[in-house]
């Protein structure tokens, strides 16, 4: 059997590396988009589904992948800037952190799950001692399962992985071959490449690469411009992730001295991939109201990603209807190095005709969607 993954995002590459470890003949196809989700990633792993999540066991089941899968590349001798640093949930509103707290130690009790750790409440004063930048009258709730990774060299690191093990790659723009029948294969630069599986992990562009067979999926482009700040002078490697309880901003820490700042979420900015003056500025405002030891901070780098967004908020994993030999993987959202791995992974086992070992059901790429 010969399978094609369009994109070499994390999700891609996570399907080249799962088939090719299988001695699945696999060609992965990458087109180099300028703003590709996965470079432009802030790098933070939370290990648990958030309220409201249509399907938490797959959630749940990706949190327990991602230390395996990185495990098994570090032998590979191949680097992901991975790390099990724990994180913190923190805020000052007691009330609201003694909630999460409850939810999160009910999670970490579930049988078989290992994903979370040992929850903990830190006192106010805490987070402040463990990263250094919050506020002194800020509490929390520890969480020794968040991780941070590099989105670019973890996929880098999996193509090699898959390269190792005989897949090959083609670079170039994708068009899908086929009809109403199926799919057939995918021509690249001119050339046509048969395959009797086709998984289209194209991020942003899934859309597009799909609607000339006349499949629409609800996926769309949403802009999150990042910020990465430098302190000099200051360790940051062992700083845990944060998330500010109650929102969606987050600040995690790479080695030597650089920290991430959570990035905009800009649903109408289509593929301009450009970072803005109003998208960095709000950025770093925000950084710095919620971390005020930021202040004096560098502003080290700016990275855009046009993360691939579902019009529901679901991300989109399945064969659509009347196109067989396909598997559309996509839709992560701002959860792509969180979930991306794994879904990549389920994606491997869809195109392969085998159980995904998971529900999929709300994650239909023909369910009913919002219009847009």
């Not at 929102?247 to 650089?258: E, I, K």
């Amino acid at each position: 059997m010969r399978v094609i993954v369009v994109g070499a995002g994390i999700v891609g590459a996570s399907a080249a590396y799962h088939l090719a470890k299988r001695g699945v003949p696999t060609t992965l196809v990458d087109a180099r988009l300028r703003g590709a989700a996965t470079p432009a990633g802030a790098g933070i792993v939370f290990p648990w589904p958030f309220p409201g999540d249509p399907a938490p066991d797959f959630a749940l089941q990706a949190a327990e992948h991602l230390p395996a899968l990185m495990r098994d590349l570090a032998d590979d001798g191949l680097p992901t800037g991975y790390a099990r640093t724990g994180g913190m949930s923190v805020g000052t509103d007691t009330d609201a952190l003694d909630a999460e707290y409850g939810m999160l130690a009910d999670l970490a009790r579930r049988p078989g799950y290992t994903g979370l750790g040992e929850v903990a409440r830190l006192e106010r004063g805490e987070p402040a001692r463990r990263f250094p930048v919050l506020p002194e009258d800020t509490a929390g709730v520890w969480v020794p399962g968040m991780a941070r990774l590099d989105g670019a060299r973890t996929a880098a690191a999996l193509v090699d992985a898959a390269e190792q093990r005989g897949a090959r790659r083609a670079a170039g723009d994708a068009a899908l071959i086929g009809g109403a029948s199926g799919v057939t294969g995918v021509r690249v630069g001119g050339t046509d490449l048969p395959a009797d599986a086709v998984i289209v992990a194209a991020g942003a562009w899934t859309a597009p690469l799909l609607a000339p067979l006349g499949v629409r999926v609800p996926v769309y482009p949403m802009r999150g411009q990042i910020v990465h700040a430098a302190l000099p002078g200051r360790a940051t490697r062992d700083w845990p992730a944060v998330r500010f309880a109650g929102g969606t901003h987050y600040m995690l820490a790479f080695p030597p001295d650089r920290v991430v700042l959570s990035g905009t979420r800009e649903p109408d900015a289509g593929f301009d991939a450009r970072a803005t003056v109003g998208g960095v500025a709000r950025v770093l405002a925000d950084a710095v109201g919620l971390a005020p030891g930021l202040e004096g901070a560098t502003v080290a780098e700016t990275r855009v990603g046009l993360r691939p967004a579902a019009r529901d908020g679901r991300q989109i994993l399945g064969t659509p209807a009347g196109l067989p030999g396909v598997v559309v993987a996509t839709g992560l959202g701002a959860n792509g190095l969180t979930l991306g791995p794994y879904q990549g992974a389920v994606a491997a086992r869809l195109a392969l005709g085998e159980d995904p070992g998971c529900d999929l059901a709300p994650f239909h790429p023909d369910r009913p969607v919002p219009a847009e």
